[in-house]
């Protein structure tokens, strides 16, 4: 007689509004009151994350910072400390991998966890999920979210649920009585566009979503998206965690007080978006063979163009002079820029092509070290402190 397979149980974690929940914990002052993290007012930019407390005033992620103001100018506004926030994260996935052999992080502030067969060393899956909150908030005194369910999608859905400070478990035999009342707004992928043609039908709740056929759901919405919702209603998704891959890119971008023609000023900064790619190339080991800029008009029209290298690159002279080539060459010079970017992507140590010996663009052991002393100096006194001198080209007009 063939063996039952175990249920798969998927545990997803999700700290609350992890930046502001950590200036919190760190300023007493800040306790119990609205706090902003992201950009400061009177800059544009806009909300990384914020408290409960600032929710209240229909304040979110990525809404602009005027904005924000606006809504809550009682607000605490802070610049992020990306160096707390990462010293918290990294103690906060040390205890999942103590829960699990297999935790997949898709951000800063949570990961999921494969917790199928781990009742008999730690419990059943409300009892893991209260040893985690438990145990991040020993750690770090921040609370987190769980989620438990058969796949990715429950998991994801059941710790957005009772947030913050939430648990919920939802096992297979009540997928559906979870899902029937939920609005259909809370699916994935289900944006402003989306949503019209949603309403437009008449459709409020996941349980009428159910309603529909797949043929008729693919008419409406499209055949990729259609069948993504006809499968989400069902509470049907991957249930596959793992180690996610390296990142496929690495940017920097920035946006500016006033809008600018200013050469001198894009090329500057330009110039220092470029100095932190190298840097972080560098440290993560990579080198990328696509060179790649953004650019943004006052009106948000926004532009990409890229190139690719005859060899994979994390210098930063070879990397500032193509994106500046890039700029030189977009049709932009001249216009008022809103923001400009740029970043490196696609891994590699070549493309196939035999290198020549003597080409003075292939780096050297002499460039190895100058970069390499270059970052430390970096890391020990902060950057704009050294950096290595690029030809001061004036582009063409």
């Given at each position: 007689m063939?063996?039952?397979?175990?249920?798969?149980?998927?545990?997803?974690?999700?700290?609350?509004?992890?930046?502001?929940?950590?200036?919190?914990r760190?300023?007493?002052?800040?306790?119990?009151?609205?706090?902003?993290?992201?950009?400061?007012?009177?800059?544009?930019g806009?909300v990384?994350?914020c408290s409960?407390?600032?929710?209240?005033?229909g304040?979110?992620?990525?809404?602009?910072i005027?904005?924000?103001?606006r809504?809550?100018?009682?607000a605490?506004?802070?610049?992020?400390?990306?160096?707390?926030y990462?010293?918290?994260?990294?103690?906060?996935?040390?205890?999942l991998a103590?829960?699990?052999?297999?935790v997949?992080?898709v951000s800063?502030?949570?990961?999921y966890l494969?917790?199928?067969?781990?009742?008999?060393?730690?419990?059943?899956?409300?009892?893991?999920?209260?040893?985690?909150?438990?145990?991040v908030?020993?750690?770090?005194?921040?609370s987190c979210s769980?989620?438990?369910?058969?796949?990715?999608l429950?998991?994801?859905?059941?710790?957005e649920?009772?947030?913050p400070?939430?648990?919920?478990?939802?096992?297979?035999?009540?997928?559906v009585?979870?899902?029937?009342?939920?609005?259909?707004?809370?699916?994935?992928?289900v944006?402003?566009?989306?949503?019209?043609?949603v309403?437009?039908l008449?459709?409020?709740?996941?349980?009428?979503?159910?309603?529909y056929?797949?043929?008729?759901?693919?008419?409406?919405?499209?055949?990729?998206?259609?069948?993504g919702?006809?499968?989400q209603?069902?509470g049907?998704?991957?249930?596959?965690v793992?180690?996610?891959?390296?990142?496929?890119?690495?940017s920097?971008?920035?946006?500016?007080?006033?809008?600018?023609k200013d050469?001198?000023?894009?090329?500057?900064?330009?110039?220092?978006?470029?100095a932190e790619?190298?840097?972080?190339?560098?440290?993560?080991?990579?080198?990328?063979?696509?060179?790649?800029?953004?650019?943004?008009?006052?009106?948000?029209?926004?532009?990409?163009?890229?190139?690719?290298?005859?060899?994979?690159e994390?210098?930063?002279?070879m990397?500032?002079?193509?994106?500046?080539?890039?700029?030189?060459?977009?049709?932009?010079?001249?216009?008022?820029?809103?923001?400009?970017?740029?970043g490196?992507?696609?891994?590699?140590?070549g493309?196939?092509?035999?290198?020549?010996?003597?080409?003075s663009t292939q780096?050297s052991?002499?460039?190895?070290?100058l970069?390499?002393?270059m970052?430390?100096?970096?890391?020990?006194?902060?950057?704009?402190?050294?950096?290595?001198g690029?030809?001061?080209?004036k582009?063409?007009s």
């Amino acid at each position: 007689m063939q063996e039952k397979l175990a249920p798969r149980l998927i545990a997803h974690v999700d700290m609350d509004a992890f930046f502001a929940s950590i200036e919190q914990r760190d300023r007493p002052e800040c306790r119990s009151r609205p706090v902003v993290v992201g950009a400061l007012p009177g800059n544009r930019g806009v909300v990384s994350t914020c408290s409960y407390e600032a929710r209240e005033f229909g304040i979110r992620s990525a809404m602009p910072i005027a904005e924000a103001y606006r809504r809550c100018p009682n607000a605490t506004f802070l610049k992020p400390n990306m160096r707390s926030y990462s010293e918290a994260s990294d103690k906060v996935m040390a205890i999942l991998a103590s829960i699990s052999p297999v935790v997949e992080q898709v951000s800063v502030d949570e990961a999921y966890l494969d917790i199928s067969g781990l009742e008999r060393l730690h419990g059943s899956p409300e009892t893991i999920g209260r040893k985690i909150k438990a145990a991040v908030w020993q750690a770090t005194e921040l609370s987190c979210s769980v989620g438990v369910g058969s796949n990715r999608l429950i998991a994801k859905l059941a710790s957005e649920h009772n947030k913050p400070d939430g648990l919920t478990v939802v096992l297979a035999d009540q997928i559906v009585a979870f899902l029937d009342p939920m609005p259909v707004a809370n699916l994935r992928g289900v944006g402003p566009q989306t949503l019209k043609t949603v309403q437009r039908l008449g459709i409020r709740t996941v349980r009428q979503l159910r309603e529909y056929t797949l043929e008729s759901l693919q008419h409406y919405f499209g055949e990729k998206m259609g069948g993504g919702l006809y499968r989400q209603a069902r509470g049907e998704a991957s249930a596959h965690v793992g180690v996610r891959g390296e990142r496929s890119s690495i940017s920097k971008e920035t946006t500016f007080g006033e809008d600018t023609k200013d050469l001198r000023k894009l090329r500057d900064t330009l110039r220092q978006l470029t100095a932190e790619v190298g840097r972080t190339l560098r440290r993560e080991g990579l080198k990328g063979q696509v060179v790649s800029i953004k650019v943004r008009l006052p009106g948000f029209e926004t532009y990409t163009r890229q190139r690719r290298l005859a060899f994979a690159e994390d210098r930063d002279s070879m990397l500032f002079t193509v994106a500046w080539e890039l700029f030189a060459t977009s049709g932009k010079m001249g216009q008022p820029i809103r923001l400009i970017g740029m970043g490196v992507s696609d891994w590699g140590e070549g493309s196939g092509t035999m290198l020549d010996l003597f080409d003075s663009t292939q780096p050297s052991d002499r460039d190895h070290r100058l970069y390499s002393m270059m970052d430390e100096a970096t890391d020990r006194f902060g950057k704009g402190k050294l950096s290595l001198g690029i030809p001061d080209k004036k582009p063409k007009s």
